[in-house]
């Protein structure tokens, strides 16, 4: 039974947890430790989305993080992007590139909001070496590996691809046709999308695919959509949060994929907001953090997702602002402020006319 007033969100405790985490794992995460680059962007988007970036950090804290983020830039014969991190990695050569340090699809997206969360002016990237990079992992069904040698492959990623070629703003790096069959391909009968063809349908790459295809501006026809709407729906447990497959227990983080998935349908009022805020608020941990379910240890994963989902779909709370965080982009999964630096700062500098024909001695 939920109680009818809603807990406050403790964002201080939330945002306290997320830069302990920047600055060192507690034990419960220290698996985690090999993928650094996605771990910050979920502490940093926690900051970002309530709204304590600025409060809680200081100046030289942020330039430190963004110089250990380009720090994971790697370059080499399949192009060029981000690593997971440099646990394991050894030092080598910058005109040698080792098969082991390759670049990695999803961590590539994490760094790029990441820095754009911190506010970099992104001088620093390859694009060129970044559109190679995505050339080499798309494979011949339409969908993209992690890594240009092989790894997953599957909407995960595809998403990835789909993401960085919107905020790089040139779509030369992939074969959009082929990649939107791939997504197509994997749709269930239940109307969610697995990982793969032929998989179970997951909220979260349901809300992969479809935000793949609302960045590539395409639309599921009513009817698709209609029973898509209503699997996500379904999916609501009578506690208020979310299950990632049919009858699965509720996760805090797939009141984002499923609620985002929603908001990507303009069906985000069939959400019961009070509800899916009620079980987050039970899932918070009192010295800080969010965790998957009520009791558990919390992790930056979650915290960020769970906000998110709030962010995108909050309560109508007359319990004052605790609830209020700032709007967020569903489609790149970021607030509007750092989705729209990212648009702004990341595609190559357009050369106007007069400086293009001076570059040419005319």
């Not at 379904?234 to 497959?245: K, L, P, V």
Request: aromatic fraction near 10%; charge should be negative; include cysteine.
């Amino acid at each position: 039974m939920l109680p009818t007033s809603l807990p406050p969100l403790s964002k201080s405790g939330h945002a306290t947890h997320c830069k302990r985490c920047l600055s060192g794992l507690p034990s419960s995460q220290v698996d985690i430790d090999p993928a650094k680059l996605a771990l910050s962007f979920y502490c940093l988007g926690s900051l970002d989305v309530s709204g304590e970036l600025e409060k809680r950090t200081r100046g030289w804290e942020r330039e430190q993080w963004k110089e250990w983020i380009w720090s994971q830039q790697t370059s080499g014969h399949y192009g060029t992007g981000f690593r997971a991190s440099s646990y394991m990695t050894a030092k080598h050569s910058t005109e040698e590139h080792s098969v082991h340090d390759s670049p990695q699809i999803i961590m590539t997206y994490t760094a790029l909001l990441s820095l754009a969360i911190l506010r970099d002016n992104f001088s620093r990237l390859d694009r060129k070496g970044l559109l190679k990079f995505l050339r080499s992992c798309q494979n011949t069904d339409g969908s993209f590996s992690s890594e240009p040698l092989g790894g997953d492959s599957d909407l995960r990623t595809t998403f990835c691809a789909f993401a960085i070629s919107t905020m790089l703003d040139d779509w030369s790096g992939m074969d959009v046709a082929s990649a939107l069959q791939f997504i197509c391909s994997c749709r269930t009968y239940e109307g969610g999308y697995g990982q793969s063809p032929f998989g179970e349908a997951l909220g979260g790459t349901t809300y992969c695919a479809l935000a793949a295809l609302r960045l590539a501006t395409k639309q599921l026809d009513p009817l698709e959509r209609q029973k898509t709407v209503r699997w996500l729906v379904q999916n609501q447990a009578s506690n208020g949060g979310f299950s990632g497959r049919t009858n699965k227990d509720a996760d805090a983080c797939y009141c984002f994929w499923c609620g985002a998935s929603l908001h990507v349908l303009d069906a985000g009022d069939l959400v019961d907001k009070a509800e899916m805020a009620s079980f987050v608020a039970f899932c918070q941990f009192k010295f800080g953090g969010i965790a998957k379910i009520p009791g558990e240890h919390p992790d930056p994963y979650h915290t960020y997702l769970s906000l998110a989902a709030v962010a995108l779909l909050p309560p109508d709370s007359p319990e004052g602002t605790s609830w209020a965080l700032c709007p967020l982009d569903p489609l790149l999964n970021a607030t509007y402020q750092t989705s729209s630096w990212a648009r702004a700062h990341i595609p190559a500098p357009k050369v106007d006319d007069d400086d293009a024909l001076g570059d040419a001695g005319i």
